[in-house]
């Protein structure tokens, strides 16, 4: 019976991603989700927290939710600080699952942002996978325009992260959810196979569907 439902989650996954319209709505999505957080001072992301950050995950309606078996699964993008400070980086596309086992039905979405604060975060978010909480220290975020509440935790984290939900955004703790880069999107986006490192540490053009997102990382975080 355990192998039957696990079976049946894997094609419902699957289906859920097949049935995506391609990267360019979830750009538009991400770049929505990320300017309406940030356009709401009192309860953003703290800008100091924010201009520290070296990247940036966006993950705009992570999906939760099944019948007997939940999981958790979403697809979104990763933009990292350029070499001179100034600017972002073209997006890397990224898929986030995880999943537990219980009696749940129904379902949420929920908008995912991770801060990248330092360059060992940076390297462990650009390989082919990690484990949040198990690869790389992990921490929820303080939220609102005074970051100095944060705990010891806080300040040692390699990823801040932070929820969304039916309009109420709060630092959440993501222990356990996995990340690893989507080569199908990045075909999609760039025309040939290319892997994130190569992406959002070299000096590649960005693709007109992602004008949106740099437009609104720049305007809030852009170290001119």
Not at 44 to 57: D, F, N, R, T, W
Not at 161 to 171: C, D, I
Request: hydrophobic residues 45%; charged residues 20%; proline residues 4%.
């Amino acid at each position: 019976m355990k192998k039957q439902i696990v079976v049946i989650a894997a094609v419902c996954l699957t289906a859920a991603y097949a049935a995506d319209q391609g990267p360019a709505p979830r750009l538009n999505a991400a770049a929505d989700v990320f300017t309406e957080i940030m356009g709401t001072a009192d309860k953003a992301i703290p800008q100091e927290l924010l201009e520290k950050a070296a990247c940036v995950v966006i993950v705009p309606g992570l999906k939760k939710g099944a019948f007997i078996f939940g999981g958790k699964y979403g697809k979104g993008f990763i933009s990292c600080r350029k070499e001179n400070g100034v600017g972002w980086s073209a997006p890397g596309a990224v898929r986030m699952e995880g999943g537990s086992f219980g009696f749940q039905i129904g379902g949420a979405e929920t908008d995912v942002v991770m801060l990248v604060i330092n360059k060992g975060g940076v390297d462990r978010l650009l390989g082919s996978r990690f484990t949040l909480g198990g690869d790389m220290s992990v921490a929820a975020g303080p939220v609102g325009r005074d970051a100095s509440a944060q705990t010891d935790a806080r300040l040692t984290a390699q990823i801040l992260t932070y929820s969304r939900q039916r309009g109420v955004f709060a630092g959440v703790s993501l222990q356990g959810a996995t990340m690893r880069e989507d080569d199908d999107w990045n075909k999609a986006m760039y025309g040939s196979e290319m892997h994130n490192k190569a992406i959002v540490l070299g000096d590649i053009a960005p693709p007109a569907s992602a004008e949106k997102l740099l437009a609104a990382l720049n305007k809030y975080s852009s170290r001119k």
